[in-house]
Every structure is written in C-alpha cells, then in structure tokens.
C-alpha cells in the first residue's frame, strides 16, 4: 500500500481555487479574462524584471556549467534519456518584449518537463517566489533528465553563498532534515517517491500538479531537486572529470557551441541527444558503434550519417532565433558529410537560400540561412556544428519548438530518432518550415 505523507492545512491563496478548494485541472481551467491575463503578464513580467548583480555585469551563463552537474553514465544505457538545459538569464532578458504570459515564458519550453518551470508556466509567479524565496531572476540556469515520476532538476545558481541561502529558504518551507543513500545536507518535504494529489499546488515547483515530495540536495553551485534520493546522491558524487560535460560522445559537440558562444552566440536552451539503440545494455564502448544507427526512418527523407552525440540548441545571433545542431563524429570526413546534408536539407524548403550568390553569401530574398563549421578534438573526434537561422521576427523561436515537438515524439527523421513504424508510412518533413 503506497504511504500518504499529511496533508497540512492549505492557507488562503495557497490554491488558485482559494482556501480548501482544489486547483483546476490546466484541460478544465478557462481562460482568464483580458484583464486577468494582462495582471498576470504584468505580475510575471515582474517577477523575471529582478535579476541580480552578476547578470547585469553581463556573466556568461555556460551549457558546459550545468552539464558538469550530470553523471556520463547517463548515455551508457540502452534508452538515454534527454537532458535539458535552459540558460534562465538568457530567456528571462528575451521575454521581457513579450505582449502575453505565455511568450514571457516562450524560450523556456526544452525546460517544461523540469517541475521549477511548469510551476511558472502554472500561472502563479508569486506563489513560485514564496515557495522558493527568489524570483525566477535570481536563477542562472535549470537543468534536468528523466522521467516525469523521477525528473532530476538541477538549480543554477552561480555560487555557494546563493546554494547556503536557498536551502535556508527551504527549511522555512515544510522541508525536513532527510539522511539516506550517503546524501549531504539534504532537505525533504515528504516521503521519497509519494505523490499526494491532496497536497497539489501548480505554482509551487517542490510539489507540483500532483503533490509529489521533493528531496533538495546542495551541490557546489547547485541545488538537485528529485523524488529519488538514489538520483540526488549520484550528482552529489558526480566530479568534473566524470561528467556529462566530459562524455566523449558530448564533449566535442559542447566545445563546437562553446565556440560560437565566443562569437557572440547566445545558448538559450539546449537538449542533450544520444540516440536509443532498441538493444539490450551493452558495454558503453559496443554503444558507441550503435549509436545512431539507420531505421525503418531511412527511407523518409534526408539524414545525417550515424553520429555518437549530439545537442540540439536554440540560439540567438544578431538579435535573430536560430537552431544549433552539434553532431559529435569519430572523423571530420563524416562530419563534413553531416553538415552537407544539414544544409542541403535546410536549404531545400526555401529555394531563393538553395542558390547563393556571387559572393557565395546568401541571397537577400532568402528566409533560410545556414552556416556550417568542423571542429575537431584534441582526441581525434570531430564535430559538426550547423546553426540554421530564418527571418521570423518576434519573441519566439518555432522552428526549435516545433524540431524539440519531433524529439520528444522520437520523430525527427534528420537525426535518426525514428518512431519505430514499417517503412512506407508517410513521414513529416524532415525539417519544419522555417
């Protein structure tokens, strides 16, 4: 029989309902009036307008600092799960032109499995700051993988004085004391792995839509937030050298985006990729030689050679969205391939940016644009980095919401995540419109 953690009183406000009331469920909750929609835009635009001094003095916020959190033996297994990153600072100062709540929110969506960011997109950013004790600007990054019932997230703060104060805050919240599987410090508002729908708040990102305990755990410059001491503990033990970041099917397509980083590229959000191999678990060196293997997608349209990595980003160039792509390779002959492939493939849905001009520069009517780079390691790897941009005006970026939309389906032909289906069954283009 599960246990029930118990469920305190609710205070005034706690729910959207009001006192004793549950909250409505996001299919059943109508739409608020334009004045209620205006105030909560207003009171979210508030809440991500308090960023703090280190992000006013223009500190980069770095992909690799939050991958550096996650273990490497993450890819090791026969599904890999994606991990997702959003660049918090980078989102908030890009949502600030939004005219609606949901756009203030719109390059956040690789992080909305992660609970700190459904609770924003719940509606309630002032219930958010009292459950956490900061706003969302006080943030520097969010980061996460696995699944819903056991999400890992990972609090970018930048230092461990801002750790120290939010595990503070925490104790104030209901959390308790919680010593299991070897954790350090570490905090819980419940028992591991309970859901209590009786317990539920929207707003709140340590319970969520269905009551579920939270165990927070401080690491360096992090909190890990999870249902799971086991996972708490593994990121707690997880070195530098150890790590996602350091992954050798990851690091080459890392130091590939850190590059156009230094050119003035922003990373507002990233999904990490390691292609499932539909076998049993096999040693990580025999999964190397499986990854990315062809599909029963093969015949649906172009795709890039078998890769060992990759990382699918939305990126900010000159003002303008685009989409990153950094596929790690054992060559840079077959990254080269790849990259003619992505091209091709993105050129191909708009004909005027399919034939340069003179100067080999895009035409000026073109709405596609593609620049593609290698980048070999040190190690002998090599990596392929193609940033494919659009002439889309506004706070969004859809053509990275609509690619992520293929991910998470495992329906993106281009990078081999196939769904499984007989060859022959229609597929969607291989790239959406830009």
């Known amino acids: ?256 985006l850190q590059s156009a980083v230094q050119e003035g590229v922003q990373v507002v959000q990233a999904v990490v990729v390691a292609p499932a191999t539909d076998t049993d678990p096999v040693a990580p060196a025999a999964r190397a030689a499986l990854r990315g293997a062809p599909s029963a997608m093969a015949a649906q349209g172009p795709q890039v050679p078998a890769y060992n990595g990759a990382i699918l980003a939305d990126v900010q160039s000159d003002g303008i969205p685009a989409v990153g792509i950094a596929l790690t390779y054992d060559d840079c002959a077959t990254a080269t391939q790849a990259g003619d492939t992505l091209a091709r493939a993105w050129q191909s849905v708009d004909p005027p940016a399919s034939v340069p001009a003179a100067d080999g520069q895009p035409r000026a009517e073109a709405t596609a644009t593609v620049k593609v780079s290698m980048h070999p390691s040190p190690a002998g790897s090599c990596a392929v980095l193609a940033r494919l941009g659009a002439a889309t005006a506004g706070v969004a970026n859809p053509v990275f919401d609509r690619m992520l939309a293929r991910l998470h389906e495992q329906n993106l032909p281009l990078l081999r995540i196939g769904n499984g289906e007989a060859p022959g069954v229609p597929a969607a283009p291989a790239l959406p419109t830009p």
């Open 1 to 256: 029989m599960t246990s029930r953690v118990p469920v305190s009183p609710r205070r005034t406000g706690d729910m959207p309902g009001g006192p004793g009331e549950p909250a409505a469920s996001p299919s059943r909750r109508r739409l608020p009036a334009p004045a209620a929609r205006l105030t909560r835009l207003a009171l979210l635009l508030g809440s991500l307008a308090a960023v703090p001094a280190h992000a006013a003095q223009g500190e980069a916020v770095s992909l690799y600092e939050a991958l550096t959190t996650m273990p490497a033996s993450l890819l090791d297994g026969p599904a890999p799960p994606l991990a997702v990153f959003v660049n918090i600072q980078a989102a908030i100062a890009l949502g600030r032109a939004a005219t609606t709540p949901e756009g203030a929110l719109a390059r956040m969506s690789a992080g909305l499995p992660l609970r700190a960011i459904a609770a924003l997109q719940a509606g309630d950013p002032v219930r958010w700051q009292q459950a956490t004790g900061m706003t969302p600007g006080a943030l520097r990054y969010l980061a996460g993988y696995g699944k819903p019932a056991a999400m890992t997230t990972i609090w970018g703060l930048g230092s461990p004085e801002r750790v120290d104060q939010l595990m503070r805050s925490l104790s104030t919240q209901g959390f308790q004391p919680f010593a299991s599987s070897g954790l350090s410090r570490a905090l819980a508002n419940g028992d591991p792995l309970v859901i209590d729908l009786g317990r539920r708040e929207p707003g709140n990102p340590w319970l969520g839509t269905r009551g579920q305990t939270s165990i927070a755990a401080p690491l360096q410059t992090a909190v890990v937030q999870t249902g799971a001491p086991q996972a708490a503990a593994i990121l707690q033990h997880t070195a530098p050298a150890t790590s996602l970041a350091q992954h050798e099917a990851i690091r080459p397509a890392l130091d590939a």
